[in-house]
């Protein structure tokens, strides 16, 4: 026993001074471990070499069936660690891909140094889905700003074409875009400005057979649409689908902005304004005229909320209503609240957060 041990010893030592490989130096031991069972097999009982080699094969059987079952054991753990490591490079490779080349590393920094924003409300920003109601005048800076701060992926629905009288205020558009369809010139706009996002264009007007279903594929709605058939299915298709609307509204010099959003507790459009005004309380823009830049004042605002709400930043305008006078340089924030019998939102359950 000891002497075939001791040879055992001996043929892995001389082995790895010669710089034999491993598999040699095994397979040694192995033509070692068969010529003692051949010995013990082929000589008679008490012959001096049996008696030297451990009198009976048994304990050599013994020893050779744990020697397999070792043997099993690690070639069944090789193949689960090579698994693990194939699934941990997968993993790696997918890490190492980066979210942002380094144009765009450079062209948000003023963004990433922000303490509220930083590299990760910038992520949030390229991988959020931003759905805009209207190329118009409050859709014109909504649309541009959105883009050039970076939100990844940007919906337009509008069935809208350019005229000459939209481009007093609608900035996004050009003059050489006349007769064109709003969402295809804002398309180009936002691109030639920023071509690392993606703008999805529906020429088209909102109906409610679509709704449910736009809707569903955006995390956030802006709404700067100037009539309320559209306002009210916008607000219903957002409760619905459980995600924040922000709704701008004007009014000649006047004005105003909000967070609808009751799945986290504020109000929605409806708890609001219950119901359309009379038509010559609410003249549209076309009857009753707008300044300039005043949907770029109310349009950009919208877009700063959509920033904050996409990147965690701040306190979003929920349960207020921010209201700005041009003409008296004036604006005023007045709190407005959910209504539990409200017909849109009244069975929303608001999320604990
Ligand atoms: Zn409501």
Known sequence: ???????????????????????????????????????????????????????????WLIIGGFVVLIVIYRSGLAKLRTRADASETRIRASEKQPLFNDTELNRYARHMVLRELGGPGQKKLKE????????????????????????????????????????????????????????????????????????????????EDIAAELFADYDLVLDGTDNFETRYLVNAAAVTAGIPLISGALSQWEGQLSVFDPAAGAPCYRCVFDSPPAPELAPSCAEAGVVGPLPGVIGA?????????????????????????????????????????CPTCGSIEAKAS
């Open 1 to 59: 026993m000891v002497l075939v041990l001791g040879l055992c010893a001996v043929l892995w030592g001389v082995g790895s001074l010669m710089g034999a490989p491993r598999s040699a130096r095994l397979t040694m031991i192995g033509l070692l471990y068969i010529s003692v069972l051949a010995l013990h097999v082929a000589l008679p009982n008490g012959h001096p070499l049996r008696m030297a080699t451990g009198e009976s094969p048994a304990l």
């Open 128 to 207: 959020a889905r931003v759905l805009v109601i209207g190329a118009g005048g409050l859709g014109a800076p909504v649309l541009q700003y959105l883009a050039a701060a970076g939100v990844g992926t940007i919906g337009v629905i509008d069935d809208d074409t350019v005229e000459n009288a939209n481009l007093q205020r609608q900035v996004i558009h050009r003059d050489k875009s006349i007769g064109m369809p709003k969402v295809f010139s804002a398309q180009a706009e936002m691109v030639a400005q920023n071509p690392y996002v993606v703008v999805r264009p529906y020429h088209r007007r909102l109906t």
């Open 301 to 341: 605002m919208m877009a700063v909320e959509a920033i904050k709400l996409l990147s965690d930043a701040g306190t979003p305008l929920r349960g207020q209503m921010v209201i700005y006078d041009a003409l008296y340089g004036e604006s005023r924030t007045i709190a407005v609240t959910r209504r539990a019998d």
